[in-house]
């Protein structure tokens, strides 16, 4: 199993950053994209941006151009900078997994079997 673990969450007002961080203990196979998920108070899952095996991203038109997502694998972490938030960015921020190459799915939370804890983000005005 891959096991993630996010951090870095908190509370900022609009127009401020923060970044996320989602560390896996052991190493995760260069199989496997990644991605970054988040639920807004009293909404649905969303996805945020995600990175496939080959390295591309994906990114919602909701964060396009505020959000970038990355990964080391050196240190075994995937990162979630963000930029000019907004109070509808508010919300719990997952990491996840999926131990294939990526497609038309890769930002649609049903599609992914592993996941961490969250890490909750909050904007204020």
């Known amino acids: 199993d891959v096991q993630l673990v996010e951090s870095g969450g908190g509370s900022v007002q609009a127009g401020g950053s923060l970044t996320l961080s989602c560390a896996t203990p052991?190493?995760?196979?260069?199989?496997?994209?990644m991605a970054w998920f988040r639920q807004p108070p009293g909404k649905s899952r969303e996805g945020v941006a995600a990175i496939d095996t080959r390295g591309r991203i994906t990114t919602a038109n909701s964060v396009k151009g505020r959000f970038s997502i990355a990964k080391d694998n050196a240190k075994n972490t995937l990162y979630l900078q963000m930029n000019s938030l907004k109070p509808e960015d508010t919300g719990m921020y997952y990491c996840?997994?999926?131990?294939?190459?990526?497609?038309?799915?890769?930002?649609?939370?049903?599609?992914?079997?592993?996941w961490g804890q969250g890490t909750q983000v909050t904007v204020s005005s």
């Open positions: 052991a190493p995760t196979p260069s199989g496997y994209c």
């Open positions: 996840a997994a999926e131990p294939r190459y990526g497609g038309y799915w890769i930002l649609i939370d049903v599609h992914y079997n592993y």
